[in-house]
């Protein structure tokens, strides 16, 4: 008997009928659960042996005819018997030369068996390539043919696909963290391939977008005034720049983005789904086309076009007067450190002055600073370099001026009843008088965790932070799509235009905020990667560690050369703020893990 494509034997017959299978099994099943191969007797299901056969030549003999069973049986083993019918169906199971029923059994084509063999010829190969390239990864070795395996898991790695039969197979975890080991230990990746910004399914290109020209429009001419745009060496997209004027005003000139993307164009929706521009350590994917850069960038050509803010301070360091105009400024362009240096010379010298006024003020208002170290993490000609940031006079006079920017535009908003994206953020009850007056970097790291995420809201709400009423983003239109906004709407007040309403820039705030915090994840899990790269071309490495947060024995520190804050095991009861010499113990690049030990 045939039950479920196996032999079975009728050990006793009834309404249902009494099997026994191979492997001392049985079973109680129904009679049109099972097929007759063979009427028998049979004793034993032992009793079916392999049996040698010209199967080759019966084949050829029905080719392209039917039988059954038992004349195949016979025309193959020479007779039909419970052995000879049991091998007899294994062929017809098989499906190679024969194909059918016990009663109507059909002999293949040689063409359709041709075909099966090619199709198994194939499958045995695969099948082969397979245990191979399995043993060269448990080696971690690799050959030529085996990236059509690791592209897999390479999908898996840039987070494309789930699943992998390749990890699964070899019993490892199917995560992306755990393909992205694999590549690496077969050395199908090298350590500088950084997967996390197509991971959470960020654009790697700068958007290809055409844009129009420069309409032909008045623009106030404020060339006279000299004007700086103050920025690190690498920077390329210049966006803002500051001036002082002879009445003491505080000039701020910004990249004129507006004037080239209007809302709801091509180049406009694609912003909106990017969200911002995407800084990596190895490259710079912009917001917009670069095309923009060479038209509004400050300082890239002779005479600049830029919408201008003109804001006048009192004594007291506060905002009374603020004007807003499309201009034409010539800029120059300038380091940090250049401009720390000039900054004893007029105008700077001025601008400092009352920009230092205004963060006075600022401060009084509660205004929350936190100064910890920071690095730059760049890629330079296949080389990780990672600079400190100095904490330069100049910096903070750039930062003021855009603060002062955003929320002398924040009130003009307000007093004109223009939707804005408004930038909000609390400041946690646990920030007390004494904590923000931190001095320390243990002191500045507890007010930092104090510190909730800002927000963007169509209404405008204090930001703790900056110790302000209201404020928004306004100096970065080439590189934030929410300062796009701000600026398209101020655009269109100064022409008389219909301006985007409320509901169209909360609409704009939900898409941003849908990538931003990809964005985020993507540079800082990318700057992590770098450092970690760095650290794994440098295996020796040690620094200074400075120990600001511990519970027990285990500590936090900071290691200002790095920009890393990893948690060490500590030898005692360390004071915080303890400068000690650690050094870097292991690298796990793929969970972005790195372990030190304090060296002494």
């Excluded at 243990?442 to 965790?449: D, F, P, T």
Aim: hydrophobic share 40%.
């Amino acid at each position: 008997m045939l039950y479920k494509n196996r032999p079975a034997r009728v050990a006793q017959l009834g309404d249902k009928l009494d099997l026994d299978l191979p492997g001392g099994e049985s079973a109680h099943v129904r009679p049109k659960d099972i097929v007759l191969l063979h009427p028998g007797p049979v004793q034993s299901l032992g009793e079916l042996t392999p049996q040698r056969g010209d199967v080759q030549s019966a084949w050829e003999l029905l080719a392209g005819s039917e039988t059954t069973l038992p004349e195949l049986a016979d025309l193959i083993y020479g007779a039909f018997t419970p052995a000879t019918a049991w091998a007899a169906w294994q062929l017809v199971s098989d499906g190679l030369f024969f194909r059918g029923t016990p009663a109507q059994i059909t002999a293949c084509s040689p063409d359709e068996v041709e075909h099966k063999q090619q199709a198994r010829r194939a499958e045995a190969a695969e099948k082969a390539a397979w245990a191979e390239f399995a043993q060269r990864v448990r080696q971690q070795q690799t050959a030529p043919g085996d990236a059509r395996f690791l592209r897999e898991v390479e999908a898996v790695a840039l987070g494309r696909q789930p699943r992998s039969r390749v990890l699964r197979d070899l019993e490892r975890e199917e995560t992306p963290e755990s393909a992205h080991a694999l590549l690496l230990e077969t050395g199908f990746w090298p350590v500088t391939v950084n997967p996390y910004p197509q991971r959470l399914t960020l654009p790697t290109a700068s958007p290809d977008l055409p844009l129009p020209a420069l309409p032909d429009e008045a623009r106030r001419d404020l060339t006279h005034l000299p004007a700086f745009a103050i920025d690190d060496a690498r920077t390329t997209s210049p966006d803002d720049a500051i001036s002082l004027d002879a009445d003491g005003r505080i000039w701020v000139h910004v990249a004129d983005a507006a004037a080239l993307v209007q809302p709801d164009d091509p180049a406009d929706e694609e912003a909106r789904g990017r969200g911002a521009t995407l800084y990596l350590p190895e490259s710079v994917i912009s917001l917009l086309p670069w095309r923009a850069t060479e038209l509004l960038g400050l300082g890239l050509q002779d005479i600049s076009p830029a919408l201008s803010f003109g804001i006048g301070l009192d004594a007291n360091g506060q905002i009374n007067s603020l004007e807003i105009t499309p201009s034409r400024v010539r800029v120059t362009r300038l380091t940090y450190e250049a401009a720390d240096a000039a900054l004893d010379d007029e105008p700077l010298a001025s601008l400092w002055r009352l920009l230092q006024g205004y963060h006075a003020w600022r401060q009084a208002q509660g205004a929350v600073e936190i100064n910890l170290p920071e690095v730059d993490v760049f890629v330079q000609e296949g080389t990780v370099v990672i600079e400190p940031v100095p904490s330069l006079r100049s910096r903070s006079l750039v930062e003021n001026a855009m603060i002062l920017t955003g929320h002398a535009v924040a009130r003009f908003a307000l007093q004109h009843d223009i939707p804005l994206p408004f930038a909000t953020q609390e400041v946690g009850d646990e920030a007390t008088p004494a904590l923000r007056r931190a001095h320390t970097l243990s002191q500045m790291l507890a007010l930092r965790k104090t510190m909730r995420r800002s927000q963007y809201r169509t209404v405008a709400d204090p930001h703790g932070g900056l110790g302000l009423p209201a404020y928004v983003q306004t100096t970065s239109p080439l590189r934030r799509c929410l300062d796009l906004v701000v600026h398209q709407q101020l655009r269109r007040h100064l022409a008389g235009q219909p301006l985007l309403s409320q509901a169209d820039i909360l609409a704009r705030i939900g898409a941003v905020e849908a990538v931003n915090s990809s964005l985020r994840e993507a540079e800082n899990k990318s700057n992590t990667h770098w450092t970690l790269v760095y650290l794994l071309q440098h295996p020796d490495w040690q620094g200074e560690g400075i120990l600001v947060d511990k519970r027990g024995l285990q500590g936090t520190v900071i290691l200002p050369e790095l920009g890393l804050e990893p948690t060490v095991h500590l030898p005692g009861d360390l004071p915080l703020d303890t400068r000690l010499v650690v050094q870097v113990r292991s690298v796990d690049l793929p969970r972005l893990d790195a372990r030190f030990r304090i060296a002494r």
